[in-house]
């Protein structure tokens, strides 16, 4: 369990990254493109990658749902911008193991930064699949997939 005032923390910083998402636009010189869909919340994402040279110069998204999903978004908009693909594999999985309780607390803040705020979806299985909507729908543009992604 998160201790109260830090759990209070990640809350504002969740709600504060779904009333104002960051990268949340079409990105005119995408060059990798992806669907998401998690028919569990009905959260709906497309992500927008510009990728050069292995690495992701820049990325955003659009979409519909709820604040968890949307808040993932932006805080994996903002995390993943600049880094390589290989990079943004890594992130997702400790990331992965953070939101499914497989990474301790003070060991996901030291590694994950900012992503930490979303550790207390842990807690609640279904949200597993709201946070990472956007992860799932990012690494399918990097692999160029022709697909829509979905959680089931
Ligand atoms: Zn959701």
Redesign the pocket.
Known sequence: MLDPELRELYQQVILDHNKSPRNFKKLETANRTAEGY?P????KINIFVDVEKDIVKDISFQGS??A??KASASLMSTVVKGKSIEEAKKIFEKFHDLITGKLDEDESIEELGKLAVLAGVKEFPI?V??AS?AWHTMLSALKNEDKTVTTE
């Open positions: 998690n569990l919340c009905g959260d749902g709820c968890i999903s949200r699949k709201c909507l």
